[in-house]
């Protein structure tokens, strides 16, 4: 499975950005796909992951909210209410269980930056 996220960008706080991941491969309906982000000199930190059910890290709920088009291979991160903290570079990755553990995801894409401004 290869992956593709994209849609970054720079905005300023309270605004919203949706990140999308695109997959390769007939087989990826059947992969949990999850999204992390790492920021400067901090560890790659979990934010949301889909399978069957969808989870995210308590830092971005009611924020953030993953969905996938298995038709279209593609994973979203629809983020709202973007706060400076959000700052990152966010990656997706493709794994077979479900897990906030980066070290569970096989397949990781190149990563996508994002600013949020104060």
């Known amino acids: 499975v290869q992956l593709q996220a994209y849609g970054g960008g720079l905005v300023q706080a309270g605004g919203f950005l949706r990140l999308s991941c695109a997959a390769s491969g007939r087989t990826f309906s059947s992969y949990v796909v999850g999204w992390f982000r790492q920021a400067p000199g901090k560890e790659r930190e979990f934010v949301a992951a889909?399978?069957?059910?969808?989870y995210n890290a308590d830092s971005v709920k009611g924020r953030f909210t993953i969905s996938r088009d298995n038709a279209k291979n593609t994973v979203y991160l629809q983020m709202n209410s973007l706060e400076p903290e959000d700052t990152a570079v966010y990656y997706c990755?493709?794994?077979?269980?479900?897990?906030?553990?980066?070290?569970?995801?096989?397949?990781w894409g190149q990563g996508t930056q994002v600013t949020v401004s104060s």
């Open positions: 889909t399978g069957i059910n969808t």
């Open positions: 990755a493709a794994g077979v269980r479900f897990s906030t553990t980066k070290d569970d995801y096989y397949y």
